[in-house]
Nanobody
C-alpha cells in the first residue's frame, strides 16, 4: 500500500514562492516514479514535473520550466515542488502521485493541496 500526503499550499500573491511537500509511505518506495499534477477549476488535470528516487533525471512541463523545481529527500521519503514567480494561472489543487516504473499510469494519489495565487 502506498500513501501520499501533501502539504505546503496556501494563498500567495503573484511573484511569490511556495514549496509543496509530499511524504511517501510505501515499502520499497524507490521503485516508484513520482509526479506532481495540478487541476484548476473547470480544467483537466495536468502533469507538472516528475522524478525518480535514484539518479538525477527530472521531467518538466514546458509551462513551468525555469520557475518550478522538483527535488526529493530519500532519507525523509519526501518529494518537494519548489514554485517560484507564481502566477495567477498557477492557481489549482496540486496533487502528488506515484506509479511503478513499469506502468504508464499513476495508481496512487495524495489528497491534494490548494494553491491560490492572487494578482
Amino acid at each position: 500500500q502506498v500513501q501520499l500526503v501533501e502539504s505546503g499550499g496556501g494563498l500567495v500573491q503573484a511573484g511569490d514562492s511556495l514549496r509543496l511537500s509530499c511524504v511517501v509511505s510505501a515499502r520499497n518506495f524507490t521503485r516508484y516514479f513520482m509526479g506532481w499534477f495540478r487541476q484548476a477549476p473547470g480544467k483537466e488535470r495536468e502533469f507538472v514535473p516528475g522524478t525518480r528516487w535514484i539518479g538525477s533525471t527530472t521531467y518538466y512541463s514546458d509551462f513551468v520550466k525555469g520557475r518550478f523545481t522538483i527535488s526529493r529527500d530519500n532519507a525523509k521519503n519526501t518529494v518537494y515542488l519548489q514554485m517560484n514567480n507564481l502566477k495567477p494561472e498557477d492557481t489549482a489543487i496540486y496533487y502528488c502521485a506515484a506509479r511503478e516504473e513499469v506502468r504508464a499510469t499513476y495508481d496512487y494519489w495524495g489528497q491534494g493541496t490548494q494553491v491560490t495565487v492572487s494578482s
